[in-house]
């Protein structure tokens, strides 16, 4: 592969800046997101049209030299809510209330079909936070405040959307949608709750808290993990190597994709040459 084609691939792109997809082959963009609003831009917000944009799409990707398919992605977390009409369950913390692995685990199945049914292979999901302050904005986003209940309730809902049976559509057997495992580590830690704030504290709490989700979703078999916004003693999570690479890719064994948050990059110290 070129550099150019190497950091093509590298890329994930939101499908509204793509219009018909040409920087798609002119670039060799390798994945594409349907993030807050990323409907159709140019047909009406329906499953058959979500599917006919994700395989135009895909054949402009495979007129790159190398055709390497495209990895679509979506922001499907309790629902395909982007798709009008998606059937949309409770946020993770009403799931954890309940306490049912089975019904998690039932729900994501539910969801993994209609996400199929639009041809998006890929989901950014489940939050696998330990949220141990109610006034951090996004503490709906995790199953609770208990490790094993979050691991329990995560692992059921990974499980869940791997399954897809064929009836979801026309498939020669069955798909499965790659499930996400995010924000790591210790997105629902931060001192005050705050948003992209830091945790602090020292390691062995970190492994006791934060770390057990992650350790059961790689044994599940989870596709991708996501870095969080956060900081960990002052140290902001997407460069921190120390758990990116030598906790998470080489102690744990987590060989699938890691990937940033939404332009996570811009939040790291320097200009993009220094980060670079």
């Not at 084609?5 to 963009?29: C, F, H, P, S, W």
């Not at 596709?223 to 758990?243: D, E, F, T």
């Not at 998470?248 to 990937?259: A, D, I, P, S, Y």
Request: aromatic share 8%; with cysteine.
């Amino acid at each position: 592969m070129t550099v150019e084609e190497k950091v093509g691939q590298m890329m994930q792109i939101d499908q509204r800046a793509l219009g018909l997809g040409g920087n798609i082959t002119a670039y060799y963009i390798g994945s594409v997101l349907s993030g807050g609003g990323g409907w159709p831009q140019y047909a009406p917000n329906t499953p058959s049209a979500w599917a006919d944009m994700v395989d135009n799409f895909q054949a402009k990707a495979l007129r790159t030299r190398l055709r390497i398919p495209l990895v679509y992605g979506a922001d499907a977390v309790h629902g395909h809510n982007n798709v009008l009409g998606a059937t949309v369950f409770p946020h993770h913390v009403g799931l954890g209330a309940a306490g049912n692995a089975t019904l998690v685990e039932e729900v994501a199945a539910a969801v993994a079909k209609e996400v199929a049914a639009t041809g998006v292979r890929w989901t950014f999901s489940p939050a696998v936070t330990v949220c141990l302050d109610p006034r951090w904005g996004r503490c709906y986003e995790s199953f609770g405040a208990d490790p094993g209940l979050v691991t329990e309730m995560a692992t059921a809902e990974i499980r869940g959307w791997m399954k897809v049976p064929s009836d979801a559509g026309n498939f020669p057997g069955n798909v499965f949608i790659a499930p996400t495992a995010k924000h790591y580590l210790g997105d629902g830690g931060t001192r005050g709750g705050v948003d992209r704030g830091e945790t602090v504290g020292g390691e062995a709490e970190l492994r006791k808290v934060h770390l057990p989700p992650y350790v059961a979703a790689v044994a599940e078999g989870v596709s991708a993990i996501m870095a969080s916004y956060s900081s960990w003693n002052s140290s902001k999570m997407h460069g921190n190597r120390y758990l990116l690479t030598d906790v998470l890719r080489q102690e744990m064994g987590f060989k699938g994709v890691l990937l940033s948050d939404w332009e996570a990059l811009t939040e790291l110290p320097g200009s993009y040459e220094d980060q670079g």
